[in-house]
T-cell receptor, first 116, second 111 residues
C-alpha cells in the first residue's frame, strides 16, 4: 500500500532553536498533506493543511509564523518549529492524501519532539 | 465546527468476545468515515473505511454507518489481547479535506 515516511522519528532540541520535520510520500504524489499534533493521552489535532505550490492553511489557534510549512514538491512537505519552547514538545504526525485512490489519507510514522 | 464524539473508555472486553465501539459526528455533509487503531506512542493505522450506509466487513472487523443518525460503529469479533489500543473515529468531507478525529476509545482486551 501507499507509504508516507516521516523524519526524524525522534528529536531533542534546545529551547529557542528551530527544528525541521520532513514528510514524504514514497509511491504517490500528494498535492495535499496534513500536519497533526498529539499531546499525551489526547486526540490528534489538525494544525495545518499543506498544498503543493501554495501557502498552507492553518487551523484556528495555530501560529503560522511559529510552525512554518513548506510543500515544495508533490512528494515532500516540511514542518519547521521555530523558536521552540518546552510546551511545543509533542508527537507531530503528517499525513498525505492520495488523489489516485479516492483521496485516501495515509499517515507517516510520527515525530516525537522534545524541547529542553 | 465539525465534531466527532467518542466515549473515551476504557472499554474492557474479555478475550474472544465482541468489542463494540461507537462514534457520532456533527457534520451532515461528511462523506467518508474511518476507524484507526493507535498503539501508545505510535502513529494511527487505518483499520476500516466506510462510505455508504450499512455494514462493511473485513476479517474480524465490521464497520457500520447510519448517515441519518450520524452514527458510525466498529465491531471487533473474537477480540484478542493484541487488539488492545486506542481506536480513533475519523470523518472527512469531500475532496481533499483533512480528517476530523474523535478523542478515541481506549479498548482493553482482558486475557
Amino acid at each position: 500500500g501507499a507509504v508516507v515516511s516521516q523524519h526524524p522519528s525522534r528529536v531533542i532540541c534546545k529551547s529557542g532553536t528551530s527544528v525541521k520535520i520532513e514528510c514524504r510520500s514514497l509511491d504517490f504524489q500528494a498535492t495535499t498533506m496534513f500536519w497533526y499534533r498529539q499531546f499525551p493521552k489526547q486526540s490528534l489535532m489538525l494544525m495545518a493543511t499543506s498544498n503543493e505550490g501554495s501557502k498552507a492553511t492553518y487551523e484556528q489557534g495555530v501560529e503560522k509564523d511559529k510552525f512554518l510549512i513548506n510543500h515544495a514538491s508533490l512528494t515532500l512537505s516540511t514542518l519547521t518549529v521555530t523558536s521552540a519552547h518546552p510546551e511545543d514538545s509533542s508527537f507531530y504526525i503528517c499525513s498525505a492524501s492520495d488523489r489516485g485512490h479516492g483521496n485516501t489519507i495515509y499517515f507517516g510514522e510520527g515525530s516525537w519532539l522534545t524541547v529542553v | 465546527q465539525k465534531e466527532v464524539e467518542q466515549n473515551s473508555g476504557p472499554l474492557s472486553v474479555p478475550e474472544g468476545a465482541i468489542a463494540s465501539l461507537n462514534c457520532t459526528y456533527s457534520d451532515r455533509g461528511s462523506q467518508s468515515f474511518f476507524w484507526y487503531r493507535q498503539y501508545s506512542g505510535k502513529s494511527p493505522e487505518l483499520i476500516m473505511s466506510i462510505y455508504s450506509n450499512g455494514d462493511k466487513e473485513d476479517g474480524r472487523f465490521t464497520a457500520q454507518l447510519n448517515k441519518a443518525s450520524q452514527y458510525v460503529s466498529l465491531l471487533i469479533r473474537d477480540s484478542q489481547p493484541s487488539d488492545s489500543a486506542t481506536y480513533l473515529c475519523a470523518v472527512k468531507g469531500g475532496g481533499a479535506d483533512g480528517l476530523t478525529f474523535g478523542k478515541g476509545t481506549h479498548l482493553i482486551i482482558q486475557p
